[in-house]
């Protein structure tokens, strides 16, 4: 297109250092593109599409009235956008890490990566589908489908998504049981050897329980209570340095329904005696009428000769009948009387005598005492 005479004249006219009135500025020979005056008569300043002293940009026409999403702004500054590595919180990103790389912890588009989003989290994510559903071939956990994925599924017994053995689910995903060999608190195990010996420390997932016969002997009204013969039990455990001593409880029951049935923790494991012969296989056993063995190992490992105990408990660990507690084991004398039993049987007169029940308060007779 040619240029008409008028505008040529305009033209040869910029430069002559004298402002026309079609110029905006005129300094002659010194015009200049980068100010004050362009060389085409232009006042240099933002807008003018030149880049000038102080400008980061200068689109002319195309720069925004905007705070945020690139190109330039109506002050000739570069705008933030999603990709330029800083955080720009006027445009909501949430994170910027100045590359379009959608597997890391943030995304192309400045989002936050999260489980959901569709896109695979390198290292901490297996699989990512961006849906919900729980089933198909990623969890909502953006897990693949497995063992050890948090969700049970298929033939899977149980799935927490841990390597844990001491809880309730096996990393297998199989539930925990008593013989899986691993300790699980979460099911009330105190130990598991994975096998079924029960003489071996370890009996249905329970660790041994020891019972001795008192190395002292008592009047009936000596303990005060049933808590009081309890003391008497722990005394003697922590003198002879028993494990768990802390535990022991008298076998001793009150004529108002307190007795081992009640009181004691009801163990299936073994309870046995210092020199390990087998009193009963567990509580069940212990309370079917007839033990293995004598009571008669005191704390101290000592064998004893056989002698009467006091108990007022019947061969199932209840309170027995026709019951006599000296007075709840508060006094002695020929006032009250107690039941006893006999450490010289393995029937049920090991805890209830049949002849000579009750006696005297203010006779002398052992106590049985046993781990909890």
């Known amino acids: ?125 297996e699989c990512d589908d961006g849906n919900d559903v729980n089933t198909d071939e990623c969890t909502n956990e953006c897990k693949s489908p497995g063992c050890g994925n948090g969700v049970v599924e298929g033939g899977e017994e149980c799935d927490d998504g841990n390597q844990d053995e001491t809880d309730a689910c096996l990393s297998t995903c199989v539930e925990a049981s008593c013989g899986d060999g691993y300790v699980q608190p979460a099911i009330d195990e105190e130990c598991d050897d994975g096998n079924d010996d029960a003489e071996d420390g370890c009996n249905a997932c329970a660790r041994d329980r020891v019972v001795f016969v008192s190395s002292m002997i008592f009047q009936g009204g000596d303990f005060a209570s049933l808590d009081g013969a309890d003391a008497e039990c722990r005394f003697l455990a922590e003198s002879a340095e028993l494990e768990n001593a802390t535990t022991y409880r ?10 081992p049935a009640t009181r004691f923790h009801q163990s299936p494991g073994v309870y046995k005696l210092l020199d390990d012969r087998v009193v009963a296989l567990n509580w069940d056993d212990l309370t079917d009428g007839e033990i293995w063995t004598v009571i008669d190992v005191t704390e101290q490992s000592e064998q004893i000769a056989g002698s009467l105990v006091w108990s007022n408990t019947g061969a199932d660990g209840s309170t027995a009948e026709n019951p006599a507690d000296c007075e709840g084991w508060t006094m002695s004398g020929i006032e009250a009387e107690g039941r006893r039993g006999t450490f010289l049987s393995i029937d049920s007169e090991w805890t209830d005598l049949m002849i000579g029940n009750p006696g005297l308060c203010g006779a002398s007779a052992h106590l049985y005492c046993v781990e909890q």
């Open 250 to 259: 008298a076998w001793l029951s009150t004529n108002d329904g307190e007795s």
């Open 1 to 125: 297109m040619e240029t008409s005479y008028t505008e040529q004249f305009m033209k040869q006219q910029c430069g002559n250092g004298t402002v026309e009135e079609w110029e905006e500025c005129d300094d002659g020979p010194t015009n200049n593109d980068d100010g004050p005056c362009s060389s085409e008569c232009i006042r240099v300043g933002c807008g003018d599409g030149l880049l000038d002293d102080g400008e980061e940009c200068d689109f002319g026409d195309q720069n925004v009235d905007a705070d945020y999403g690139g190109g330039c702004s109506l002050r000739c500054t570069v705008l933030p956008e999603c990709g330029d590595g800083v955080v720009d919180e006027v445009g909501g990103e949430a994170c910027d890490d100045g590359n379009a790389d959608d597997s890391d912890a943030c995304l192309s588009t400045c989002e936050a990566a999260e489980c959901g989003d569709g896109e695979v989290w390198a290292g901490s994510e």
